[in-house]
């Protein structure tokens, strides 16, 4: 899965059918995330489905279990366990909990999150849905940084889905679903290569990198 003994290190968190997951692991075996690895896949609930899939593949998976505890408490064992695992970049795929500032501030710059619209339209829970009701012609999705808010830091990669007339919110987020499965591995590539800055809100591509 490697390619060298510096791979760097992916932290997966999931707490749904974890097919972002899937998406970024299927680029890390085929070379599309250049040396990287996914030293764990971690979830907040034992029943996601993305916990038993990483185990099929042999991907280290665990559960640090959310329901009846306090989120500091919680969040403090997650960064515990992604620390254990050596993770240098955590991708929340379908993780559907806010982080507390403590966790966010143990990986400055190194969450990344997935949304499925374009930001900062239809942020928070059903996205999709809102961008139907809105009557939003072009909807699509987000790879961004993860600070101290709700779907908000710096932008690293958008792909656009049009709306089409016919859609319903099923039909929508299939298309949408294709979109964030080229979108996030694309998304980690880049930031794992290093070759930008961030200026204010700017993810700014080194002059190699821009197409
Ligand atoms: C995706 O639509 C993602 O954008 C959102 O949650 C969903 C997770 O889907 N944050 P999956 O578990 O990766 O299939």
């Not at 097919?19 to 085929?30: G, P, R």
């Not at 185990?55 to 403090?76: F, I, M, N, Q, Y």
């Not at 900062?120 to 009701?133: I, M, S, V, Y």
């Not at 961004?144 to 932008?155: A, E, R, T, Y």
Request: hydrophobic share 45%.
């Amino acid at each position: 899965m490697s390619e060298s003994a510096a791979a760097r290190r992916l932290g997966i968190l999931l707490s749904g059918r974890g097919s972002n997951f899937l998406a970024i692991a299927d680029a890390v075996a085929a070379g599309r995330i250049p040396n990287a690895e996914i030293a764990l896949v971690a979830a907040n609930r034992g029943e996601a489905p993305g916990i038993a899939a990483a185990r099929s593949r042999g991907l280290p998976a665990e559960v640090v279990e959310a329901k009846g505890r306090g989120r500091a408490a919680h969040d403090a064992e997650m960064v515990e366990r992604l620390h254990a695992h050596g993770v240098e970049l955590v991708c929340l795929a379908g993780y559907m909990r806010l982080l507390s500032p403590s966790f966010v501030q143990a990986f400055p710059n190194h969450i990344l999150n997935i949304h499925p619209s374009l930001l900062p339209a239809f942020p928070g829970l059903d996205a999709q849905r809102q961008a139907l009701e809105y009557g939003a012609l072009v909807s699509g999705c987000t790879v961004h940084f993860v600070d101290d808010q709700l779907d908000h830091g710096v932008i690293v990669l958008q792909r656009t889905v049009e709306v089409l007339p016919a859609d319903d919110e099923a039909a929508l987020s299939a298309r949408i679903l294709e979109q964030e499965h080229l979108a996030y591995p694309e998304a980690i590539a880049r930031v794992l290569s290093g070759k930008y800055r961030i200026a204010g809100r700017r993810y700014v591509a080194a002059p190699a990198e821009r197409s």
